[in-house]
């Protein structure tokens, strides 16, 4: 369980590593362990952000924990297995102004959940413009895979009709596209000031 705490906290830069240690070990234990993960950029350091968790939110006591260790969990739990749990944990993240949270938050931009797009693209005035612009010119290998995925789910679930789904998106109304698009042009143009 050590060793898995160690590597969970990895998903956060050594500022706020310690307070990410107690975070975790408030955690359950997972049902699943999770194996993959991704690694990027954050403030010149590289974290490795578990690609999924497997915890049941139901078990996790946050009465102990700071603000700040709380939104480390909201964090992990925008990874969580279950749609719903990650959307529920991103409102709650995407407005801070951590240096932390833009891979947390873009990660979902390459997920199938277009609730969870909506709820990007509903808060980007919110967003710390300048972390997501670090981030981004940190790490394009990241925004390239993203953009990536972006075009595979968009040409897979909304490009054309299909069983169950009236709502088609051309290219440029598809909020994923909307999404990279702002994400590139703050790396492009520099974080509005």
Known sequence: MAQAITEL?????????KDALIAISELPEPFLEAHEQFSVIVAGEIVSIPSRVYYD????????LTS?????????LTRHHNGWVRQKHLERIVRSANFWIPPFV????????IEILHVIHNNLSNLNAAAYEQFVRSNPQFIAL??????????QDH??????RSVIYGRDEYVGFQLLKFFKGLARNGAPT
């Open 9 to 17: 906290a990895n998903a956060f830069p050594t500022a706020v590593r």
């Open 57 to 64: 939110p139901a078990q996790i006591d946050g009465l102990r």
């Open 68 to 76: 700040l260790q709380k939104e480390l969990v909201d964090c992990l």
């Open 106 to 113: 873009i990660q979902l931009v390459g997920e199938y959940v």
């Open 146 to 155: 993203t953009e990536q995925r972006v075009m595979s789910y968009w040409n």
């Open 159 to 164: 490009r054309r009709p299909a069983w169950g």
